[in-house]
């Protein structure tokens, strides 16, 4: 069965910092494409970033050159450094590994970011 499980979430202020963790179990990540997703309220769930196997990273505009994805493949985990954060990045992040076609969700961890 596999299973993501994100953590460091939680409520800064706007400008602060954080560093989120998703770590796998049931299955290896090396192979594949692991991805950070976010939805706020009321809103459809978004991409944020991804990384390829041999480590190519992809950004959404919002967030290129505020955030970081990096995975340590010996860890089975993935992780998304968040810097300089607005209230705009206010949401539930997700952890996603891509085995098409199948695709595989952890439950989430929040981040508020207050003004």
């Known amino acids: 069965q596999v299973q993501l499980v994100e953590s460091g979430g939680g409520l800064v202020q706007a400008g602060g910092s954080l560093r989120l963790s998703c770590t796998v179990s049931g299955s290896i990540i090396s192979i594949y494409v692991m991805g950070w997703y976010r939805q706020a309220p009321g809103k459809q769930r978004e991409l944020v970033a991804t990384?390829?196997?041999?480590?190519?990273?992809n950004y959404a505009d919002s967030v290129k050159g505020r955030f970081a994805i990096s995975r340590d493949n010996a860890k089975n985990s993935v992780y998304l450094e968040m810097n300089s954060l607005k209230p705009e990045d206010t949401a539930a992040y997700y952890c996603k590994l891509d085995r098409r076609p199948f695709a595989y969700w952890g439950q989430g961890t929040q981040v508020t970011v207050s003004s």
């Open positions: 990384i390829t196997s041999n480590g190519y990273t």
